[in-house]
Nanobody
Framework: QVQLAESGGGLVQAGGSLRLSCAAS???????MGWFRQAPGKEREFVAA????????SYADSVKGRFTISRDNVKNTVYLQMNNLKPEDTAVYYC?????????????????WGQGTQVTVSS
């Protein structure tokens, strides 16, 4: 069993930055991890993903060049550095883990989910 806990969300002005953290407990060895987000009235969407070793990453087109996913396997933590934030980035951000070590962009490919952290970007 894997438990995930996100932190680092908050209110920021457009153009600002936030770093989200996802602390994992349980067996995450060999697991790819991902970040998703869900805005009010919209479906949950893929944001970024990273393999166990961190050698492969993937990003949604909407965040490429602005967001960076990374992980520290010693600390069992995955990060999402978000720069140049825009109002359209406002959403609840979720961390997810999957049982396999390859990139996945669909939410049904992930087995474990955190509770989410709110990110609000004001214009």
């Amino acid at each position: 069993q894997v438990q995930l806990a996100e932190s680092g969300g908050g209110l920021v002005q457009a153009g600002g930055s936030l770093r989200l953290s996802c602390a994992a407990s349980g067996r995450t060895f060999g697991s790819a991890m991902g970040w998703f987000r869900q805005a009010p009235g919209k479906e949950r969407e893929f944001v970024a993903a990273i393999t166990w070793k961190g050698d492969t990453t993937s990003y949604a087109d909407s965040v490429k060049g602005r967001f960076t996913i990374s992980r520290d396997n010693v600390k069992n933590t995955v990060y999402l550095q978000m720069n140049n934030l825009k109002p359209e980035d406002t959403a609840v951000y979720y961390c997810a883990a999957r049982l396999f070590d390859n990139i996945a962009t669909r939410d049904f490919s992930y087995n474990y989910w955190g509770q989410g952290t709110q990110v609000t970007v004001s214009s």
